[in-house]
């Protein structure tokens, strides 16, 4: 597609520091939750369920490429990526994040994301809604893999958890 409109680019993130001298780069989680929940009501309505969680999930990795290349900066070492990904993601208020399991050779993972910005204190629903981390972290591990993962929530805050719970399987 060609001429495009809307192509992402982190410089439409704005200059904060300009732009809200006063209110600073913060905001209320219930704002970005409003958004996000809108956001799924309203393309669902367009179209359907799988097609949302599809986009939900692409949109999610093309955060977390996009995060990864911005904020997170290239990393060769397992261990320093992890604990740059902790770091940022408490200092940001993303979640408090930990590795389960790492098995670096065959490219499989599970971790938990606590307290996270998504789904943390939602009612009980009877399916996980972290289709947008999904995506995240699978953006993530591409970038500093150079492999395709596919990232599934196996427990979620929503499913009585407590945390998300995510398993990363890179792609042969
Ligand atoms: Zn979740």
Redesign the pocket.
Known sequence: MKDRKYKFSWDLLGDLKLGRPNLGSSTRIEVYRLMQFIFRDVLEGHFGTEKTDQLFYEAGKLAGMEFYENIIGQIDNFNEFVKKLQETFREMGIGILRIERADIEKGSFVLT?SE?L???G?PDLDY???TY?EGFISGLMESFTGYKFRVK?V?????G?R??RFTAEMEK
């Open positions: 994301v996270d998504d789904c943390s939602l996980e809604i972290c981390d929530e427990d979620c805050w929503c499913t958890d945390t998300c």
